[in-house]
């Protein structure tokens, strides 16, 4: 099992960045493809982006896509969302999600492991 805490979140402004951060304690955190997924308030939670076990893979939904970069980094046991651009719409919890030997899912129900969640809120 591998144990994520994420950090970052804040009130920020329409138009502004953030970069979240997960870090991962436990397991070998380089064997797990990592995730972020979202949800806003009385909406199911929705998947934000992936990468792979080494990094080289990424994925992005549709509505992130040119706005947000995930990256990891194994050595430091921590995986990033730069977030550019932000919209009102991003607003929600943010969870970062570990799959053991995965390949980057979109499907949330693919990763074993989850954070408890950092907060953005995006101001009009």
């Known amino acids: 099992q591998v144990y994520l805490v994420e950090s970052g979140g804040r009130l920020v402004q329409t138009g502004g960045s953030l970069r979240l951060s997960c870090a991962a304690s436990g397991r070998t955190f380089s064997n797990y493809a990592m995730g972020w997924f979202r949800q806003a308030p009385g909406k199911e939670r929705e998947f934000v982006a992936a990468?792979?076990?080494?990094?080289?893979?990424?994925y992005y939904a549709d509505s992130v896509k040119g706005r947000c970069t995930i990256a990891r980094d194994n050595a430091k046991m921590t995986v990033y969302l730069q977030m550019n651009s932000l919209k009102p719409e991003d607003t929600a919890g943010y969870y970062c999600?570990?799959?053991?030997w995965g390949s980057g899912s979109q499907r949330g129900s693919e990763y074993e492991n989850w954070g408890q969640g950092t907060q953005v809120t995006v101001s009009s």
């Open positions: 999600a570990a799959d053991l």
């Open positions: 990468v792979s076990t080494t990094g080289h893979s990424t």
